[in-house]
């Protein structure tokens, strides 16, 4: 169960969500997110995830590696976040998680209780949706805002005119 949303208090506004991976599609959902929170005078918060199992080496490799995947995400999150400015914009937050994808989104959902949308992408390969996509469908892993699943086949005027 997810705490009481609060992004219609005072104080407060409503905020979008959107998964930063190295998926073509990603940018599609980061569109969308980002329209609809200028449009809707709220905001944009762009998750990325490091995936935790990514270090299970001696000690020493693991903080190199570690450190690694933090300038790699840091570096994505800044060009993201610099598109949305300059295309959108409005200045969207930036989080690092690290560990499961799902785990990781209902953390972040939890902890920032504006958050009341996630916004993400279908692939069109036809290796299926994605990941996270596919894991709506699972009980497990439903989230506890509602999603937005944007087809990544949208161009950037047709997700404007939907958002």
């Not at 005072?10 to 599609?25: L, N, W």
């Not at 490799?61 to 409005?90: F, N, P, S, W, Y």
């Given at each position: 169960?997810?705490?009481?949303?609060?992004?219609?208090?005072?104080?407060?506004?409503?905020?979008?969500?959107?998964?930063?991976?190295?998926?073509?599609?990603?940018?599609?959902?980061?569109?969308?997110?980002?329209?609809?929170?200028?449009n809707?005078?709220?905001?944009?918060?762009?998750l990325?995830?490091i995936?935790?199992?990514?270090?299970?080496?001696?000690?020493?490799?693991?903080?190199?590696?570690?450190?690694?995947?933090?300038?790699?995400?840091?570096?994505?999150?800044?060009?993201?976040?610099?598109?949305?400015?300059?295309?959108?914009?409005?200045?969207?937050?930036?989080?690092?998680r690290?560990?499961?994808a799902?785990?990781?989104?209902?953390?972040?959902?939890?902890?920032?209780?504006?958050?009341?949308?996630?916004?993400?992408?279908?692939?069109?390969?036809?290796?299926?949706?994605?990941?996270?996509?596919?894991?709506?469908?699972?009980?497990?892993?439903?989230?506890?805002?509602?999603?937005?699943?944007?087809?990544?086949?949208?161009?950037?005027?047709?997700?404007d005119?939907?958002?």
């Amino acid at each position: 169960m997810v705490s009481t949303r609060l992004s219609r208090l005072e104080g407060h506004r409503r905020k979008f969500m959107a998964v930063i991976d190295d998926t073509p599609e990603c940018g599609r959902a980061v569109h969308y997110a980002g329209m609809r929170a200028k449009n809707s005078n709220g905001g944009l918060v762009l998750l990325y995830i490091i995936a935790d199992g990514d270090f299970q080496q001696w000690l020493g490799v693991e903080e190199i590696m570690r450190a690694e995947a933090r300038e790699e995400a840091e570096a994505t999150l800044a060009k993201v976040a610099q598109a949305v400015r300059e295309r959108i914009g409005i200045e969207p937050e930036i989080v690092i998680r690290e560990g499961a994808a799902t785990e990781q989104i209902h953390a972040a959902i939890e902890e920032d209780r504006d958050i009341a949308i996630l916004v993400l992408a279908a692939g069109s390969a036809k290796e299926g949706p994605g990941p996270l996509v596919s894991s709506i469908a699972g009980k497990a892993a439903a989230f506890p805002i509602p999603v937005t699943v944007i087809p990544d086949l949208l161009t950037d005027e047709e997700i404007d005119a939907l958002s």
